[in-house]
């Protein structure tokens, strides 16, 4: 539909507008002497982004591969933008989560940061999407750590802004482990460098069969793993995930939990699938993470008193299904990495939504603060209840879509009962903690009636968007067959190259 | 004010060659070593030269925070827009062929425009750094230096 109305011109220019106009736009912002300029500035630069990720994905799917040539340097030499299925999808899910948290989130921007500080605030924000868009986008290694640190740094700052003092202190150690996290990446992109001579994902693909240097390859794989593992949250190496989710503005925590460690998931895909090409190497090493990472995150998740941190280790345990998935390895099972990607980014960001909007109310993100609150917030309480199914994998939700399309992969591929045991067990840990946090809103009663009596409904904006993609979990889960159609061209395009 | 005299003779002194000095290796970048990086820390060191041996905040005076931000902000401002403007001029993004009528002119104008971008934006950057650091720490009283 968009690709009909462009010029031709303009067509070729759009993989990078899809990341210049974000980074064009941040510096902007800080020009900006109020904060509602800067959201009405940065909501329309989100637009933009989005429309284009749109546009990109209709490109590809019509046509293939798009290269892009930096500053009209041929790749391998220059730097080269790479579209194909498998980013395409990332692309259009960053740049709509990030224009839906925005839409959403004016008033609990309002109130949780300074007015001064506001115009600073959508800088980093907008810097956060570039650098995420970046990392999609790009088709050359270190360019891709370039927009790592972008994104991260973005974030750390985003993290700091948090109404708690613990936000520093969650900023910080966030800031450490990414920074060692980045370092690590570099270091293995450098090796990778010094055995081949090339940065350029494709010609790194072609050329390190034929290098003598497998040790050093071997270093740099390594290196690379632990690097992308410590961004994603991946299990041993998620230690930073939970505080900043719990004291990150809300805003934040809501685009970070559906975008951030989707885009670094991604990355670590293309390097072991495009790059290594060692799948079963993959499976060896992330397997037991993945399974380790969906039992222990949601133990942890059933042992705790506060929504958003319930939600953060949900999160971890939902990287750990991605992270199955991939290690599984075969064209199915990737795509079913992919649908679990992007419904993952449906439910918890619809989740992270709702619960902005009663945190805002309640002024606590405590469980035990929410008591009996789907009286007066029916609302949002009912977008809470369509996320947790969609989240548990029940049926007529877009989770569902996902986890059959897993369970169905389990089989085909390894055809082990125990594998799809270990998947339906824990959905029902997340059936559990689901049910902890909806009895508490649903049923219980509040410690004292006038606490909560009279508390009112989230405002009208927060509502409808949080309504929004609680529709879309719905819908997609009715109509399943256009998100598994865009995960199985994502999967083709990393396995087979087209 | 007899503490440090030597020093701040000294800075006073250095302070507008070290200037000077930051606008030659800027433009230097075109012909040698040199460009916008190196020569936005050595600008800003003579802020922080002087923010050491006299108050910090003096200098506020004339380059308050605001424009700081403002000369942060157009840096990158600067440096994407030339990358943008060579995309409306019909080449790819930060293809400096297509700035002028001969591509060798069109390269040289870009990477002057480019580096500038840095060197605005690396200068302003370093001064609120170390502004934000040196705000934290109490004004020394004169009987303590």
Same mark, same amino acid.
């Given at each position: 539909m968009f690709v009909a109305i462009l010029p031709a011109a303009l067509l070729t220019q759009l993989p990078i507008l899809q990341v210049a106009i974000p980074l064009l736009a941040a510096p902007v912002c !800080?020009?900006?002497?109020?904060g509602r300029w800067a959201h009405d500035f940065s909501l329309l630069v989100t637009a933009i982004a989005s429309i284009i990720s749109v546009a990109l994905l209709q490109f590809v799917f019509n046509g293939g591969v798009i290269s892009y040539a930096l500053g009209g340097f041929a790749p391998p030499w220059g730097i080269e933008y790479r579209i194909d299925s498998a980013n395409a999808v990332i692309l259009l899910l960053v740049s709509v989560s990030g224009f839906l948290a925005l839409l959403q989130s004016r008033a609990s921007i309002e109130t949780e940061i300074p007015e001064q500080k506001h115009p600073l605030f959508y800088t980093a924000f907008l810097l956060c999407l570039t650098g995420l868009l970046g990392v999609a986008a790009t088709g050359d290694a270190f360019n891709a750590f370039v927009f790592l640190e972008i994104s991260s740094l973005a974030t750390y700052a985003l993290v700091a802004m948090?109404? /708690?003092?613990r936000a520093l202190t969650a900023a910080f150690r966030y800031l450490i482990l990414g920074t060692i996290g980045a370092s690590t990446f570099v270091i293995g992109v450098g090796l990778l460098y010094m055995a =081949? %001579?090339?940065?350029n994902m494709s010609d790194l693909a072609t050329r390190i069969p034929a290098s003598p240097h497998h040790a050093v390859i071997q270093a740099a794989f390594a290196l690379i793993i632990v690097g992308l593992g410590l961004k994603a949250a991946i299990f041993p190496l998620h230690l930073w995930l939970p505080n900043v989710y719990t004291f990150a503005p809300a805003v934040v925590t809501t685009f970070l939990a559906a975008t951030a460690t989707k885009v670094a998931l991604y990355l670590l895909a293309r390097f072991v699938f !495009?790059?290594? @090409?060692d799948a079963s190497f993959a499976g060896t090493l992330l397997m037991p993470l993945a399974l380790l990472a969906m039992f222990l995150a949601s133990l942890a998740a059933l042992q705790q008193g506060n929504v958003k941190r319930i939600l953060a280790y949900s999160s971890i345990a939902q990287i750990g299904y991605m992270l199955f998935a991939l290690a599984l390895a075969s064209t199915q099972a990737v795509a079913a990495a992919w649908l679990l990607i992007l419904t993952h980014a449906l439910a918890k960001g619809g989740l992270f939504m709702a619960v902005a909007g009663i945190a805002l109310q309640t %002024?606590? /993100?405590n469980l035990d603060d929410w008591k009996g609150i789907a009286k007066q917030m029916p609302w949002s309480a009912a977008v809470m209840v369509v996320c947790f199914l969609s989240l548990v994998g !029940?049926?007529? =939700? *877009?989770g569902f879509v996902a986890k059959w399309s897993l369970l169905s992969a389990i089989f085909s591929t390894s055809e082990s009962i125990i594998l799809a045991a270990v998947v339906a067990g824990v959905s029902l840990l997340t059936l559990l903690y689901a049910g902890k946090v909806l009895e508490t809103v649903y049923l219980g009663t509040p410690d @004292?009636?006038? *606490? =909560? +009596?009279n508390l009112r409904e989230a405002p009208l904006a927060m509502l409808l968007v949080a309504l929004l993609v609680a529709a879309m979990n719905i819908y997609f889960g009715f109509n399943g067959t256009m998100l598994s159609d865009l995960s199985k061209r994502a999967a083709l395009a990393l396995l087979s190259g087209f | 004010m007899q503490h440090h005299l030597v020093l701040r003779v000294i800075a006073k002194l250095l302070f507008a060659p070290i200037l000077l000095f930051a606008f030659y290796v800027q433009f230097h970048g075109d012909f040698g070593p040199g460009g916008g990086f190196q020569a936005g820390l050595i600008f800003a060191s003579a802020f922080v030269l002087h923010g050491l041996l006299f108050? !910090?905040?003096? *200098?506020?005076?004339?380059?308050?925070d605001r424009l700081l931000q403002v000369g942060a902000a157009v840096g990158v401002l600067l440096y994407a827009g030339t990358g943008l403007a060579s995309v409306l001029l019909?080449?790819?993004?930060?293809?400096?062929?297509?700035? +002028?009528? *001969?591509p060798t002119s069109g390269q040289h104008l870009g990477i002057i425009l480019v580096e500038a971008g840095v060197g605005i934006t690396v200068a302003c950057v370093v001064v609120m750094v170390f502004r934000a650091f040196a705000d934290h720490l109490p004004c020394l009283r004169e009987q303590d230096w």
């Amino acid at each position: 539909m968009f690709v009909a109305i462009l010029p031709a011109a303009l067509l070729t220019q759009l993989p990078i507008l899809q990341v210049a106009i974000p980074l064009l736009a941040a510096p902007v912002c !800080v020009l900006f002497r109020r904060g509602r300029w800067a959201h009405d500035f940065s909501l329309l630069v989100t637009a933009i982004a989005s429309i284009i990720s749109v546009a990109l994905l209709q490109f590809v799917f019509n046509g293939g591969v798009i290269s892009y040539a930096l500053g009209g340097f041929a790749p391998p030499w220059g730097i080269e933008y790479r579209i194909d299925s498998a980013n395409a999808v990332i692309l259009l899910l960053v740049s709509v989560s990030g224009f839906l948290a925005l839409l959403q989130s004016r008033a609990s921007i309002e109130t949780e940061i300074p007015e001064q500080k506001h115009p600073l605030f959508y800088t980093a924000f907008l810097l956060c999407l570039t650098g995420l868009l970046g990392v999609a986008a790009t088709g050359d290694a270190f360019n891709a750590f370039v927009f790592l640190e972008i994104s991260s740094l973005a974030t750390y700052a985003l993290v700091a802004m948090g109404k /708690s003092p613990r936000a520093l202190t969650a900023a910080f150690r966030y800031l450490i482990l990414g920074t060692i996290g980045a370092s690590t990446f570099v270091i293995g992109v450098g090796l990778l460098y010094m055995a =081949t %001579g090339t940065l350029n994902m494709s010609d790194l693909a072609t050329r390190i069969p034929a290098s003598p240097h497998h040790a050093v390859i071997q270093a740099a794989f390594a290196l690379i793993i632990v690097g992308l593992g410590l961004k994603a949250a991946i299990f041993p190496l998620h230690l930073w995930l939970p505080n900043v989710y719990t004291f990150a503005p809300a805003v934040v925590t809501t685009f970070l939990a559906a975008t951030a460690t989707k885009v670094a998931l991604y990355l670590l895909a293309r390097f072991v699938f !495009v790059i290594f @090409e060692d799948a079963s190497f993959a499976g060896t090493l992330l397997m037991p993470l993945a399974l380790l990472a969906m039992f222990l995150a949601s133990l942890a998740a059933l042992q705790q008193g506060n929504v958003k941190r319930i939600l953060a280790y949900s999160s971890i345990a939902q990287i750990g299904y991605m992270l199955f998935a991939l290690a599984l390895a075969s064209t199915q099972a990737v795509a079913a990495a992919w649908l679990l990607i992007l419904t993952h980014a449906l439910a918890k960001g619809g989740l992270f939504m709702a619960v902005a909007g009663i945190a805002l109310q309640t %002024g606590s /993100s405590n469980l035990d603060d929410w008591k009996g609150i789907a009286k007066q917030m029916p609302w949002s309480a009912a977008v809470m209840v369509v996320c947790f199914l969609s989240l548990v994998g !029940v049926p007529l =939700t *877009a989770g569902f879509v996902a986890k059959w399309s897993l369970l169905s992969a389990i089989f085909s591929t390894s055809e082990s009962i125990i594998l799809a045991a270990v998947v339906a067990g824990v959905s029902l840990l997340t059936l559990l903690y689901a049910g902890k946090v909806l009895e508490t809103v649903y049923l219980g009663t509040p410690d @004292e009636q006038n *606490a =909560t +009596a009279n508390l009112r409904e989230a405002p009208l904006a927060m509502l409808l968007v949080a309504l929004l993609v609680a529709a879309m979990n719905i819908y997609f889960g009715f109509n399943g067959t256009m998100l598994s159609d865009l995960s199985k061209r994502a999967a083709l395009a990393l396995l087979s190259g087209f | 004010m007899q503490h440090h005299l030597v020093l701040r003779v000294i800075a006073k002194l250095l302070f507008a060659p070290i200037l000077l000095f930051a606008f030659y290796v800027q433009f230097h970048g075109d012909f040698g070593p040199g460009g916008g990086f190196q020569a936005g820390l050595i600008f800003a060191s003579a802020f922080v030269l002087h923010g050491l041996l006299f108050d !910090v905040s003096s *200098a506020r005076q004339f380059l308050p925070d605001r424009l700081l931000q403002v000369g942060a902000a157009v840096g990158v401002l600067l440096y994407a827009g030339t990358g943008l403007a060579s995309v409306l001029l019909g080449g790819n993004f930060l293809d400096y062929d297509h700035l +002028a009528e *001969a591509p060798t002119s069109g390269q040289h104008l870009g990477i002057i425009l480019v580096e500038a971008g840095v060197g605005i934006t690396v200068a302003c950057v370093v001064v609120m750094v170390f502004r934000a650091f040196a705000d934290h720490l109490p004004c020394l009283r004169e009987q303590d230096w």
